[in-house]
Antibody
Framework: QVQLQESGPGLVKPSGTLSLTCAVS?????????WSWVRQPPGKGLEWIGEIHYSGTTNYCPSLKSRVTISVDKSKNQFSLKLTSVTAADTAVYFC?????????????????????WGRGTLVTVSA | DIQMTQSPSSLSASVGDRVTVTCRAS??????LNWYQQKPGKAPKLLIY???SLQSGVPSRFSGSGSGTDFTLTISSLQPEDFAAYFCQQSYTTPRTFGQGTKVEIK
């Protein structure tokens, strides 16, 4: 079955760039799904960072948009996150996740999106 | 952004108890609401999507209800493996926002 695995440095210096990759195994990244990044500061809640479709279309969280880039590499079946100008507030466990969709049957009309598959997460600490 | 507010932030319950967690959206999101369970050191796990649809493989003691701005996650008979944090998340629009979480602890 499809699995996700995050990788990247666990320690980043303040003002530096956080770079993570999510490898997709057991299936192709070139599907109707969207591929997302979600983070969780220690002891706190979940924050959606952004998402990408294999076509390259992206959506970003407005509060992070100026610092975030999410990209996809179809040849390697992976997608990546770059977050620039990091501070201690960016210290968190970073998860990659698959955004799946479900179309409700008639008479209801709607497409529902949900995170149905997650990586294990990787802790990134911002510290000098 | 749509704000998601959960209550309570934490609760203590015993095995066998019926447990209810509430999630309120800052504006109507129809039924574009998902619920996740997260255990310490683990990734979240999808329980419910579209407010009331049970994800495959999730025990039937979990159920969801609601529409518009008010939603509920119910565990009909709490089991030892259910002690965890629960998060709601709206999928009505981006940015995709989560509630702050509800921690279910052992009484």
């Amino acid at each position: 079955q499809v699995q996700l695995q995050e990788s990247g440095p666990g320690l980043v210096k303040p003002s530096g760039t956080l770079s993570l990759t999510c490898a997709v195994s057991g299936g192709s990244i070139s599907t109707t799904h969207w591929w997302s990044w979600v983070r969780q500061p220690p002891g706190k809640g979940l924050e959606w960072i952004g998402e990408i479709h294999y076509s390259g279309t992206t959506n970003y969280c407005p509060s992070l948009k100026s610092r975030v880039t999410i990209s996809v590499d179809k040849s390697k079946n992976q997608f990546s996150l770059k977050l620039t100008s990091v501070t201690a507030a960016d210290t968190a466990v970073y998860f990659c996740a698959r955004l799946n969709d479900w179309a409700s049957p008639p008479p209801s009309i709607g497409t529902y999106w949900y995170f149905d598959l997650w990586g294990r997460g990787t802790l990134v600490t911002v510290s000098a | 952004d749509i704000q998601m507010t959960q209550s309570p932030s934490s609760l203590s319950a015993s095995v066998g108890d019926r447990v209810t967690v509430t999630c309120r959206a800052s504006q109507s999101i129809n039924n574009y609401l998902n619920w996740y369970q997260q255990k310490p050191g683990k990734a979240p796990k999808l329980l419910i999507y579209a407010a009331s649809s049970l994800q495959s493989g999730v025990p039937s003691r979990f159920s969801g209800s609601g529409s518009g701005t008010d939603f509920t996650l119910t565990i009909s008979s709490l089991q030892p493996e259910d002690f965890a944090a629960y998060f709601c998340q709206q999928s009505y629009t981006t940015p995709r926002t989560f509630g702050q979480g509800t921690k279910v602890e052992i009484k």
